[in-house]
């Protein structure tokens, strides 16, 4: 854990430390650059999506019937009645 700790820690100081040095460095406004983060995030997104709908298909052909975003409800089995046995008195 602790291990796991430090490499994020890291990796959130490396991140800090490039993009400082990228705002320091590039002529840009700060505007352009955040539009700049934006655009590849929701590019990112699209992608992502693009990527999941495509796997779905497969798996779709693959499986033979359509998957839901709901999962199928699953009947439960039927109680099964326990015999009684009475107790001598």
């Known amino acids: 854990m602790k291990t796991l700790l430090k490499f994020v820690g890291g990796l ?4 800090a430390l490039g ?4 705002l320091l460095l590039t002529k840009e406004s700060e505007e352009g650059i955040v ?18 709908e495509e796997r779905r298909k497969q798996l779709e052909q693959e499986l033979g019937f359509p998957i839901d975003d709901e999962p199928p409800a699953i009947p ?3 109680l099964q ?3 009684t046995t009475s ?3």
């Open 12 to 15: 959130a100081l490396g991140a």
């Open 19 to 22: 993009a400082g040095g990228y």
């Open 87 to 89: 107790a001598p008195a």
């Open 35 to 52: 539009r700049e983060i934006k655009e590849g995030v929701n590019r990112a997104i699209e992608e992502g999506k693009r990527s999941a």
């Open 76 to 78: 439960a089995p039927p």
């Open 81 to 83: 009645q326990q015999p």
